[in-house]
């Protein structure tokens, strides 16, 4: 089993910056690739990035292109989104996940942390 923790959300305004941390234990090793998602009201949860956990090759939603950038720390088994320019429809609940390979269908990642709200005000 891996356990993902995730953390740094917060209440920002508009064009301000944030970083999620995603800490992993556990079995640790069976992690090939992780990944953030992001769940709004009413909506479905959805891709945000992916990072490589060997190579670090990344690969961004159209959405955060530019503004976000996903980063690991392998010595630290942490994973960390950096998030500029925020938007007010960046609001959601990020969740951050682990699994065998980097994907962007969430049905692929086998770990997911517990969850970290951002809101963006105008």
């Known amino acids: 089993q891996v356990q993902l923790v995730d953390s740094g959300g917060g209440l920002v305004q508009a064009g301000d910056s944030l970083r999620l941390s995603c800490a992993a234990s556990g079995r640790t090793f069976s992690i090939y690739a992780m990944g953030w998602f992001r769940q709004a009201p009413g909506k479905e949860r959805e891709f945000v990035a992916a990072?490589?956990?060997?190579?670090?090759?990344?690969y961004y939603a159209d959405s955060v292109k530019g503004r976000f950038t996903i980063a690991r720390d392998a010595a630290k088994n942490t994973v960390y989104l950096q998030m500029n320019s925020l938007k007010p429809e960046d609001t959601a609940v990020y969740y951050c996940?682990?699994?065998?390979?980097?994907?962007?269908?969430?049905?692929?990642?086998?770990?997911w942390g517990q969850g970290t709200q951002v809101t963006v005000s105008s």
């Open positions: 990072i490589g956990w060997i190579g670090g090759m990344t």
């Open positions: 996940a682990a699994g065998p390979g980097m994907s962007r269908i969430r049905g692929h990642y086998d770990y």
